[in-house]
């Protein structure tokens, strides 16, 4: 199996109200919650561009690229990705490995009225780990938390699109994970910075 790269042609598409209000919430809960642990830092904790996020999300709806409707963050944060796809008709899970991002999400949706899951573990499937720590050069991804799969009753094959914000120098891991656990067709779209989003997906 290998990834192909699919060119992102979406349009600037006008924020509905709802999703203004998600995103100013959500940054005013982010604030505060990086306020809270000013002292002790969350690891690797940056948010995107929700925003464009938000956009290609509603692309994809809109032109029906991916092969269905379930849609799974690795690393999932504030858990804002994962409540945009919610709000745009997608069955949406994120898997988050620190406990008060977690909390935060859950809160976020509760409080939106948005049906999505939130699981506290890792995105990275049992048995992986291992191949994880001898190719990285940079260890920001942890491996010593739990797998979620379990308590989801779900591998990354079940999903339609995954959605990812690689630490700069594990793209790789990002990318040779999806390529081998992820569904035939499935879309992998990645968020990197600058070079903005990317959007592969899984053929033979």
């Known amino acids: 199996m290998r990834l192909a790269p699919i060119e992102l042609a979406h349009p600037a598409c006008r924020l509905p109200k709802r999703v203004v209000s998600l995103l100013d919430d959500a ?37 029906n690229l991916a092969p269905g409707h ?38 976020l949706a509760e409080d939106f009225e948005i049906d999505v899951e939130f699981v506290c573990g890792s995105f990275v499937p049992d048995g992986y780990e291992d191949e994880i720590d001898e190719q990285r050069d940079i260890n920001w991804l942890r491996t010593d938390a739990r797998s979620a799969y379990e308590e989801l009753d779900l591998d990354p094959d079940d999903f339609d699109i995954i959605f990812a914000y690689p630490w700069p120098g594990e793209e790789q ?28 997906r899984r053929v033979r």
Request: glycine letters at 8%; charged letters at 25%; a negative charge.
């Open 173 to 200: 891991i990002v990318f040779d994970l999806f390529r081998r656990r992820a569904a035939e067709g499935a879309l992998l779209l990645t968020y990197h910075g600058q070079d903005g989003m990317q959007l592969h």
């Open 70 to 107: 379930r849609v799974l963050e690795w690393g999932s944060g504030a858990g804002v990705v994962t409540c945009l796809a919610g709000m745009l008709g997608f069955d949406a899970i994120g898997i988050e490995v620190e406990e008060p991002l977690v909390a935060l999400s859950e809160s």
């Open 27 to 63: 940054d005013t809960r982010i604030e505060r919650l990086q306020f809270e642990h000013r002292d002790r830092p969350i690891a690797a904790f940056v948010p995107c561009d929700f925003v464009e996020a938000y956009r290609v999300l509603a692309y994809l709806s809109e032109i």
